[in-house]
């Protein structure tokens, strides 16, 4: 079974700073998607990044960009120019490269960030 | 882009009655989507899939006779918290998959409250 940990319960950023947020994942496949979401206190889910394992770049989204090392099954976020609006739980997660029987995405537990005026 | 919307969005029930809450996919057609339960600072845990025109597939651990799951179209699927006790107070996303790129699009989720 796979599963996705995430190291950080909470990660704490300076306004206009940069935080690195931790993600490790267990898995037997070689196809694969890796995904971080945000939820906001508004509670609706978010997705922020999205990187497929076949890719050797790592995926960037604005400020939002992931260090994907897939021999070390590691995948972490990086947000830069922090502002507070990033303030949220993100969460990792991983899904199979989709099939019929394998969509369905497997979560980590989640880190708070918080940001700092 | 996607949307997918949840009624109620809120709801606060009586011990021993039953609930349903709605998730449709807007602007588009899923023939997939997913129930999730999420108390407060955790994660999110999937409860099931609900499947259009077949019967959902529950995880381990999730009372289907307890969590009742239709998903009669391809842009409605509904869970019915059957019973409903103060333990069943949580919060509860859908998520509905996109056919065209395999996407999960997550509706704005469900507060119950039982008391």
């Known amino acids: 079974a796979q599963t996705v940990t995430q190291s950080q319960p909470e990660m704490s950023v300076q306004e206009a700073e940069t935080v690195t947020l931790s993600c490790t994942y267990d898995t037997s496949e070689s196809d694969y998607y890796l995904f971080w979401y945000k939820q906001p206190p508004s509670r609706q889910m978010i997705l922020v990044i999205r990187q497929e394992a076949y890719k050797q770049q790592n995926a960037t989204e604005n400020r939002f960009s992931v260090n994907f090392q897939k021999a070390a099954k590691s995948f972490s976020l990086k947000i830069s120019d922090s502002q507070l609006g990033d303030a949220a739980m993100y969460f990792c997660?991983?899904?199979?490269?989709?099939?019929?029987?394998?969509?369905?995405?497997?979560f980590g537990g989640g880190t708070r960030l918080m940001v700092k005026p | 882009g996607a949307v997918v919307s949840q009624h109620p969005s809120w709801v606060i029930c009586k011990s021993g009655t039953s609930v349903k809450i709605e998730c449709r996919s807007l602007d588009f057609q899923a023939t997939t989507m997913f129930w999730y339960r999420q108390f407060p600072k955790q994660s999110l845990m999937l409860m099931a899939t609900s499947n259009e025109g077949s019967k959902a597939t529950y995880e381990q651990g999730v009372e289907k006779d307890k969590f009742l799951i239709n998903h009669a179209s391809l842009t409605l699927s509904t869970l019915t918290v059957t019973s409903a006790h103060p333990e069943d107070s949580s919060f509860y996303i859908c998520s509905a998959l996109s056919g065209r790129d395999r996407e999960q699009f997550f509706g704005p989720g469900t507060r119950l409250t039982v008391l």
């Open positions: 997660a991983y899904r199979i490269f989709p099939n019929n029987a394998g969509n369905m995405l497997t």
